[in-house]
């Protein structure tokens, strides 16, 4: 009971957060920057991406195997992969196995270039003025991140991985712009196609879920 209960409590707090994206990517500024992110979008973002997905899957399937980083807060509560999501092993075999999910990403997408966004303003603007050691550090902090929104520990550190692009993505539009505004939408150009990609994967589980 407790469990449902914080699961219920996770999935409120979650669907009330991506509400709040999806009506900002809705509001002038908001619209303006998915615009700019989105219409910059071409095959460079794209296809490093299956690349840098393997790297992330190659070094979470080793890590998960080491006692301990296999954990996380939200698979703790039966949940499956990000809490974003809305997959919990509570609602398989009910309707809510695939609505939940479905509704969380119908507010996901339209807000996904601003998510990545305000992330890239986070780990990568600035990063020209940074020495080679803080970088790592902050390709690290960009994974470990993610364990506070439930993701196991040995997964957010494979997710440096992903980072270590998105910040080669903003060193490289940085050299060649000299802007690092320029180069924040560029590096948030990149991340975008990565999750895009992934939530697609997401949409196609859903439909098959709720097609058995």
Avoid at 9 to 14: D, E, I, P, Y
Avoid at 99 to 117: D, K, N
Avoid at 170 to 192: I, K, N, Q, V
């Amino acid at each position: 009971m407790i469990e449902d209960a914080l699961t219920v409590a996770v999935l409120a707090f979650v669907g009330a957060r991506l509400f709040n994206g999806l009506r900002r990517s809705f509001s002038g500024d908001g619209r303006s920057t998915v615009r700019e992110i989105v219409s910059g979008i071409g095959r460079r973002h794209i296809w490093p991406v299956p690349f840098v997905l393997g790297g992330v899957i190659a070094v979470a399937t080793t890590l998960l195997r080491v006692p301990g980083l296999d954990w996380g807060w939200w698979s703790a509560l039966g949940g499956q992969g990000n809490p974003v999501f809305g997959a919990n092993d509570s609602t398989v075999g009910t309707v809510w196995e695939w609505l939940v999910p479905a509704v969380f990403l119908v507010l996901l997408v339209p807000a996904l270039p601003l998510f990545a966004f305000a992330e890239e303003q986070m780990f990568r603007r600035g990063a020209e003025q940074w020495s080679r050691r803080r970088r790592v550090v902050k390709v690290v902090q960009f994974g470990l991140v993610h364990t506070l929104i439930g993701i196991p520990i040995g997964t957010a550190i494979a997710l440096s991985v992903g980072g270590a692009y998105f910040m080669s993505s903003y060193l490289r539009a940085y050299a060649h712009t000299g802007s690092s505004t320029e180069a924040t939408f560029e590096s948030a150009r990149a991340h975008t196609a990565y999750n895009g990609i992934i939530v697609g994967v997401v949409v196609l589980v859903v439909i098959a879920t709720a097609l058995q």
